[in-house]
């Protein structure tokens, strides 16, 4: 593990949500923000905070904490992939910064030849996920609804910029207004100079010398979130819905993220699904199969007729054209594929049995009575046999 655990800095337990660890991370800073607490230590208080709360906050940085004791993972590995859903949060090896980044892993900065982030310039907000339940028959016709969430959004009362109205942010003293510091650090390799978020700014470049009162100079709020959800008709158990500019509040004027709805769909007690294709069972009789009949066969879009003909063995599936679910991406609907399966009736009236001696004489075949291997019997096999 590492030496510091990030987890006891924030006062958190290790499951903590990613609102847990910014709410703890917001109200340690105030306490311990050098502008606001003079006391001795606080400014290392500030800056251990700061170090725990980029590394929590960050799925992949956590994910190797939690695994390795470092946010970097094993032996100091050189990233994988990001958490959220935009593709410009995967990295990996692909597009690689080369040695600069190796520097970067090892030493926490840059070896000295890498452009970075300007800290003014507007910067997208955090995408989010919500994870939706849908009945069978919704996902198959689709619906409209609302649905309701808390996401961090521009504080009204300071329009985004964290400063109290009337007043305006002013270029941090300790960065210059870089959003970075410099240090030296001895290595095997000699004296090597990195960089790092600035601890006082926190990467902006600014400062703010008085706080807006309603988002303590974050420049967010809580809010709670309400948005009107189109489901289309054919969306599946996995599958995801893009709502644009509906996650998080950017920063610097920046364009809110995205909100991705997952689907879960519930299972149906009568049907079963594969793409736009829909699979159902229907149970016939022996006369039926054999003679020939039109039955009627339930449908996501209503009873339908079916028609067996004389003979029909039992798994035999029939094709329903267009009675299946609406394809997401096309035109039409797919099908149902309905397989016929022969009932057996457990208890015979005198006549039936009566009956169907008479068949088995006429079939050629011996009626071994009411143990195993009577003609019913047989008749049973026949149908179920693959």
Do not use: W
Not at 98 to 111: C, H, L, N, V, Y
Not at 141 to 155: N, P, V
Not at 332 to 338: F, I, K, L, P, S
Not at 370 to 381: A, E, I, L, S, T
């Amino acid at each position: 593990m590492a030496e510091k655990d990030y987890y006891e800095t924030l006062g958190i337990d290790r499951d903590a949500s990613k609102d847990d660890i910014r709410k703890a991370y917001r109200k340690l800073s105030k306490k311990y923000h050098p502008d606001i607490n003079k006391e001795p230590g606080a400014e290392e208080k500030f800056k251990t905070i700061t170090e725990a709360y980029e590394v929590l906050s960050d799925d992949q940085k956590r994910a190797n904490y939690d695994q390795y004791g470092s946010a970097d993972g094993a032996a100091g590995g050189f990233g994988g992939n990001g958490g959220g859903f935009s593709g410009s949060d995967f990295g990996g090896f692909g597009g690689g910064g080369g040695f600069d980044d190796i520097f970067s892993q090892f030493f926490g900065g840059g070896g000295g030849g890498r452009s970075q982030r300007n800290p003014n310039a507007p910067q997208p907000g955090r995408d989010l996920q919500y994870q939706m339940t849908l009945k069978f028959e919704e996902a198959i016709f689709g619906k409209e609804t609302k649905i309701t969430y808390t996401r961090e959004a521009q504080c009204d009362t300071c329009n985004g910029s964290g400063a109290k109205p009337g007043t305006s942010p002013v270029t941090c003293h300790n960065c210059g207004g870089s959003g970075y510091v410099s240090t030296e650090t001895n290595t095997p390799l000699g004296r090597m100079r990195s960089q790092q978020v600035c601890p006082v700014c926190q990467g902006t470049g600014k400062e703010i010398k008085e706080k807006c009162p309603t988002c303590a100079g974050s420049g967010h709020v809580e809010q709670r979130h309400e948005v009107e959800v189109k489901i289309p008709a054919g969306v599946d158990d996995g599958q995801q819905m893009r709502l644009q500019g509906q996650g998080e509040a950017g920063t610097n004027s920046g364009p809110y993220g995205d909100l991705f709805i997952i689907f879960q769909v519930q299972p149906s007690k009568d049907f079963k699904r594969d793409g736009a294709d829909i699979y159902f069972d229907q149970a016939i009789s022996f006369s039926q199969a054999a003679l020939g009949d039109k039955v009627q066969v339930k449908t996501v879009h209503g009873d339908v007729e079916l028609k067996v003909p004389a003979g029909t063995q039992s798994g035999t599936t029939f094709r329903l054209k267009g009675k299946g679910a609406p394809k997401l991406r096309g035109t039409g609907n797919g099908d149902q594929r309905v397989t016929v399966n022969i009932k057996t009736p457990k208890n015979l009236s005198k006549e039936q049995r009566d009956a169907l001696r008479q068949l088995a004489k006429a079939s050629g075949e011996e009626v071994a009575g009411n143990g195993k291997g009577n003609f019913f019997d047989k008749v049973k096999d026949a149908f179920n046999d693959d």
